[in-house]
């Protein structure tokens, strides 16, 4: 497999819906309990101001990257609900009288 088919399938897997399960299901809310409790420190300890808003902001971050590490490389990769329900329209529209398929 070249390095870019490679890229290609970790743009898929990456870009792609992994739907939470058992396992990381819990291991979401897990990670999210915790930066949540050390974003209320933050407000609770760290002087009001830009840095502060930073602190928040890069909390925030850090969060949507530990769970997208967990979504990527735990839950397998599945079709998002929203594609599944285009693709079912389109299908029958280029099924119908007049569609593409006619």
Not at 74 to 80: K, M, S
Not at 87 to 98: C, K, M, S, T, V
């Given at each position: 497999?070249?390095s870019?088919?490679?890229?290609?399938?970790?743009?898929t897997?990456?870009?792609?819906?992994?739907?939470?399960?058992?396992?990381?299901?819990?291991?979401?809310?897990?990670?999210?309990?915790?930066?949540?409790?050390?974003?209320?420190?933050?407000?609770?300890?760290?002087?009001?101001?830009?840095?502060?808003?930073?602190?928040?902001?890069?909390?925030?971050?850090?969060?949507?990257?530990?769970?997208?590490?967990?979504?990527?490389?735990?839950?397998?990769?599945?079709?998002?609900?929203?594609?599944?329900?285009?693709?079912?329209?389109?299908?029958?529209?280029?099924?119908a009288?007049?569609?593409?398929?006619?």
């Amino acid at each position: 497999m070249t390095s870019r088919q490679m890229l290609h399938d970790r743009v898929t897997n990456d870009f792609g819906y992994h739907k939470a399960t058992e396992q990381t299901g819990p291991m979401h809310d897990a990670t999210r309990e915790r930066f949540v409790n050390l974003a209320h420190w933050v407000v609770e300890h760290i002087p009001a101001g830009r840095e502060q808003s930073l602190a928040l902001t890069a909390l925030q971050e850090a969060q949507m990257w530990a769970n997208a590490a967990i979504a990527c490389n735990l839950a397998p990769l599945e079709e998002a609900p929203a594609d599944k329900r285009i693709r079912e329209h389109e299908e029958r529209f280029d099924n119908a009288p007049g569609g593409y398929n006619t």
